[in-house]
């Protein structure tokens, strides 16, 4: 038997999840020819709600979701991003009585999907991690009545909460780095650029950097990776093959950064010599030997912190809440892979 939820019942009946939750609580703003619309539409797929389905804002479980996403297969809880972000977390629920709920999904994932793993546990709020989604697609996620908010994802939704790193800054970081050793000849490898937020502005970061700097950005110089260590040996051998090849390389994440430094070592070219490297998130990786990665440090403990502690304001007085959106300035940690240009 297929358990509908209440994002089914708003799909088939045409309507918001927040008019079918107005619906489920018997709340008066809603037109009767609406309200008779969803009431049929929930008998036909025979749903029943759970108290989050029926729009439940009073503090009733004391437990906080923690909502992972990831666009590979393999879960990474041992990486500092993540470690880093459920530290801080359980710092602040512990300190106010709350307890802690992990969920994840990973891979190939559809909205639909994301909407009944995040609101299908009865929790008070849920903080985000990163999802890959677009932004209409997270809009979407939010009008749920159970309180969100929204960690590593910058939103232009004016009402929608999140704490994130300032990645456009921090990308403008390793470009001023890059030009400030001599470089020119700058590429990036990206995320995907779609569904992930990060991959995005630190992209634009790049490219707006650049601009300052008077210096070009070819089409071939930026290639789109996956986050991950094969999509960034493919990137980087890519960049090897080009009539003019670049003589810097930022990856947008250390993972990718370390698939281009093994891409290098085939291509017998030292980096830090042959090519400077540039990687972002300062995972255990990046500095262990030889592996010496220049790469942008984030402050995971304070952007932990701050959403947990806003999702908990927002838990407590929803009533009049007024978004709060918080980028966290980032550090650059200078190792062997830039070397100096001759």
């Given at each position: 038997?297929?358990?509908?939820?209440?994002?089914?019942?708003?799909?088939?009946?045409?309507?918001?999840?927040?008019?079918?939750?107005?619906?489920?609580?018997?709340?008066?703003?809603?037109?009767?020819?609406?309200?008779?619309?969803?009431?049929?539409?929930?008998?036909e797929?025979?749903?029943?709600?759970?108290?989050?389905?029926?729009?439940?804002?009073?503090?009733?479980?004391?437990l906080?979701?923690?909502?992972?996403?990831w666009?590979?297969?393999?879960?990474?809880?041992?990486?500092?991003?993540?470690?880093?972000?459920?530290?801080?977390?359980?710092?602040?629920?512990?300190?106010?009585?709350?307890?802690?709920?992990?969920?994840?999904?990973?891979?190939?994932?559809?909205?639909?999907?994301?909407?009944?793993?995040?609101?299908?546990?009865?929790?008070?709020?849920?903080?985000?991690?990163?999802?890959?989604?677009?932004?209409?697609?997270?809009a979407?996620?939010?009008?749920?009545?159970?309180?969100?908010?929204?960690?590593?994802?910058?939103?232009?939704?004016?009402?929608?909460d999140?704490?994130?790193?300032?990645?456009?800054?921090?990308?403008?970081?390793?470009?001023?780095?890059?030009?400030?050793?001599?470089?020119?000849?700058?590429?990036?490898?990206?995320?995907?650029?779609?569904?992930?937020?990060?991959?995005?502005?630190?992209?634009?970061g790049?490219?707006?950097?650049?601009?300052?700097?008077?210096?070009?950005?070819?089409?071939?110089?930026?290639?789109?990776?996956?986050?991950?260590?094969?999509?960034?040996?493919?990137?980087?051998?890519?960049?090897?093959?080009?009539?003019?090849?670049?003589?810097?390389?930022?990856?947008?994440n250390?993972?990718?950064?370390?698939?281009?430094?093994?891409?290098?070592?085939?291509?017998?070219?030292?980096?830090?010599?042959?090519?400077?490297?540039?990687?972002?998130?300062?995972?255990?990786?990046?500095?262990?030997?030889?592996?010496?990665?220049?790469?942008?440090?984030?402050?995971?403990?304070?952007?932990?912190?701050?959403?947990?502690?806003?999702?908990?304001?927002?838990?407590?007085?929803?009533?009049?809440?007024?978004?709060?959106?918080?980028?966290?300035?980032?550090?650059?940690?200078?190792?062997?892979s830039?070397?100096?240009?001759?």
């Amino acid at each position: 038997m297929v358990n509908n939820t209440i994002y089914d019942v708003a799909q088939k009946a045409g309507v918001s999840i927040s008019t079918v939750s107005r619906v489920l609580n018997n709340n008066p703003n809603v037109l009767e020819e609406t309200r008779q619309k969803v009431l049929k539409v929930i008998n036909e797929l025979q749903f029943k709600p759970n108290p989050i389905a029926r729009g439940l804002v009073i503090k009733q479980t004391n437990l906080i979701e923690v909502f992972f996403s990831w666009a590979g297969y393999e879960f990474g809880f041992n990486s500092p991003w993540y470690a880093g972000i459920l530290n801080g977390i359980n710092q602040v629920v512990q300190e106010n009585q709350y307890g802690l709920l992990i969920n994840t999904i990973a891979g190939v994932f559809d909205p639909q999907e994301v909407y009944r793993r995040v609101f299908h546990n009865a929790v008070d709020g849920v903080l985000m991690v990163s999802p890959y989604l677009e932004e209409s697609q997270v809009a979407q996620l939010m009008e749920n009545r159970v309180p969100v908010v929204l960690i590593g994802y910058r939103t232009l939704n004016p009402a929608l909460d999140f704490v994130d790193s300032d990645n456009i800054q921090a990308a403008g970081m390793v470009v001023d780095h890059l030009v400030k050793l001599g470089h020119k000849k700058i590429a990036i490898i990206t995320g995907q650029q779609k569904t992930s937020r990060n991959a995005a502005d630190r992209l634009t970061g790049f490219k707006s950097a650049m601009r300052r700097h008077g210096l070009n950005v070819p089409d071939a110089y930026v290639i789109e990776g996956d986050f991950l260590k094969d999509s960034g040996e493919v990137a980087m051998t890519r960049f090897l093959a080009l009539p003019e090849r670049p003589t810097a390389v930022f990856a947008s994440n250390d993972l990718m950064a370390l698939g281009a430094w093994k891409a290098l070592e085939k291509a017998q070219l030292k980096v830090g010599k042959d090519m400077a490297l540039v990687g972002f998130d300062d995972i255990t990786e990046a500095s262990v030997g030889p592996i010496s990665l220049t790469t942008v440090k984030q402050d995971y403990k304070t952007i932990s912190v701050e959403a947990a502690q806003i999702l908990l304001q927002k838990i407590q007085a929803p009533e009049h809440w007024r978004a709060k959106q918080i980028l966290v300035p980032t550090q650059l940690v200078v190792r062997a892979s830039c070397g100096s240009k001759k």
